[in-house]
T-cell receptor, first 117, second 111 residues
Framework: DTAVSQTPKYLVTQMGNDKSIKCEQN?????MYWYKQDSKKFLKIMFS?????LIINETVPNRFSPKSPDKAHLNLHINSLELGDSAVYFC????WGGGGPAKNIQYFGAGTRLSVL | QKEVEQDPGPLSVPEGAIVSLNCTYS??????FMWYRQYSRKGPELLMY????GNKEDGRFTAQVDKSSKYISLFIRDSQPSDSATYLC???????????FGGGTRVLVKP
């Protein structure tokens, strides 16, 4: 049973289109994240939600809009796709709160490989 | 200059050798330090995590943190071809939720 699952795995689309990526976790975690990994493998956080509340919003174009309908789901909608949006997008989850470093352990999905043509 | 620096490699070693990986960082507020392994076309998976300075050992893996030098290391003993992957260091401050990653080091273990 996959802990953090993302759909779709691959997404090929034209410039200017709007697309969504979905993420679900069954770990019972209360915090979820979106990361972008570029062609040089550099992984950078985009957004984080804790109990459906946005807690991290890095410098990301407002064409990117996350949405968390509940603790177990975090979706990413991208408007007016650009060539530079081509990357692998990873969803992750963790358990916030409690003592010790356990809250920092983030579990990642397998990624969504987005290609904008 | 990036907050976390990591040599991209590739680092090629013969099977059975010790793999030595490291990262340097500039933000003295980092308190939690992690190593993730990422196979090609897969998501990162957590290997080791440590809090503040010190050493931690888990099987063939040893993680070291030297906060005074802002330097962390991961050692893999008795390396296997299945250890061939990209290794990413990651760290966060006291809040713990925002991870800053290094760019990853690609490791190749040759049989």
């Amino acid at each position: 049973d996959t802990a953090v699952s993302q759909t779709p795995k691959y997404l090929v689309t034209q410039m200017g289109n709007d697309k969504s990526i979905k993420c679900e976790q069954n770990l019972g975690h209360d915090t979820m994240y979106w990361y972008k990994q570029d062609s040089k493998k550099f992984l950078k956080i985009m957004f984080s939600y804790n109990n459906k509340e946005l807690i991290i919003n890095e410098t990301v174009p407002n064409r990117f809009s996350p949405k968390s309908p509940d603790k177990a789901h975090l979706n990413l909608h991208i408007n007016s796709l650009e060539l530079g949006d081509s990357a692998v997008y990873f969803c992750a989850s963790s358990q916030w709160g409690g003592g010790g470093p356990a809250k920092n352990i983030q579990y990642f999905g397998a990624g969504t490989r987005l290609s904008v043509l | 200059q990036k907050e976390v620096e990591q040599d991209p490699g590739p680092l090629s070693v013969p099977e059975g050798a010790i793999v030595s990986l490291n990262c340097t960082y500039s933000n003295s507020a980092f308190q939690y330090f992690m190593w993730y392994r990422q196979y090609s076309r897969k998501g990162p998976e957590l290997l080791m995590y440590t809090y503040s300075s010190g050493n931690k050992e888990d099987g063939r893996f040893t993680a070291q943190v030297d906060k005074s030098s802002k330097y962390i290391s991961l050692f893999i003993r008795d390396s296997q071809p299945s250890d061939s992957a990209t290794y990413l260091c990651a760290m966060s401050g006291a809040a713990g939720n925002k991870l800053t990653f290094g760019g990853g080091t690609r490791v190749l273990v040759k049989p």
